[in-house]
T-cell receptor, first 114, second 112 residues
């Protein structure tokens, strides 16, 4: 059982380049999330999708876009990368609202923007 | 804006010692979750507490939710090197579409 998978695991970008982070879950979960984790900052929610066909902004959405491609897949796009977006990005999924259901996290994507 | 403050930020102890880490807020939470994150991996849920005063045990780990549902603690008895990791608390009040606010974490190192 793969759970939540993320690609790539590592990425280095130059300022201004674009890229898409991919996430897929095989648990038939309704809700999916993108977080970023910076040293000393904990996890901060970027965007989430409460159910297939919906997406909403989280705490730190600026500079990002998302697509809920289908129930399994939720991608995060950086249109014009900035050094401030250097971070570790985690995708997560849950059966329902994160408040009441366990979130399962992927292994993370370590992104460096130079 | 809800905030979760975790303390201490760092903790380094010897195997066999006991420890307590704290998660505090000025806001009331509907539920509070504790996660453990090992280096290079995503967080893994340890426990969810929902009732004020609730105590849950997971082997050597004891979790308590404050009576007013504004704070929580995690106590580890006889810590082992395998307990090493980042401990995160996360809570929500039912607003924000049921999403969670995460604390900054307590980084625990247990030396053999």
């Amino acid at each position: 059982n793969a759970g939540v998978t993320q690609t790539p695991k590592f990425q280095v970008l130059k300022t201004g380049q674009s890229m898409t982070l991919q996430c897929a879950q095989d648990m038939n979960h309704n809700s999916m999330y993108w977080y970023r984790q910076d040293p000393g900052m904990g996890l901060r929610l970027i965007y989430y999708s409460a159910s297939e066909g919906t997406t909403d902004k989280g705490e730190v959405p600026n500079g990002y876009n998302v697509s809920r491609l289908n129930k399994r897949e939720f991608s995060l796009r950086l249109e014009s990368a900035a050094p401030s977006q250097t971070s570790v990005y985690f995708c997560a999924s849950s059966e329902g609202l994160a408040l009441y259901y366990e979130q399962y996290f992927g292994p993370g994507t370590r992104l460096t923007v130079t | 804006t809800q905030l979760l403050e975790q303390s201490p930020q760092f903790l380094s102890i010897q195997e066999g010692e006991n420890l307590t880490v704290y998660c505090n807020s000025s806001s009331v939470f509907s539920s509070l979750q504790w996660y453990r994150q090992e280096p290079g991996e995503g967080p893994v849920l340890l426990v969810t507490v929902v009732t004020g005063g609730e105590v849950k045990k997971l082997k050597r780990l004891t979790f308590q939710f404050g009576d007013a549902r504004k704070d929580s603690s995690l106590h580890i008895t006889a810590a082992q090197p395998g307990d090493t990791g980042l401990y995160l608390c996360a809570g929500g009040d039912g607003g924000s579409q049921g999403n969670l606010i995460f604390g900054k974490g307590t980084k625990l190192s247990v030396k053999p």
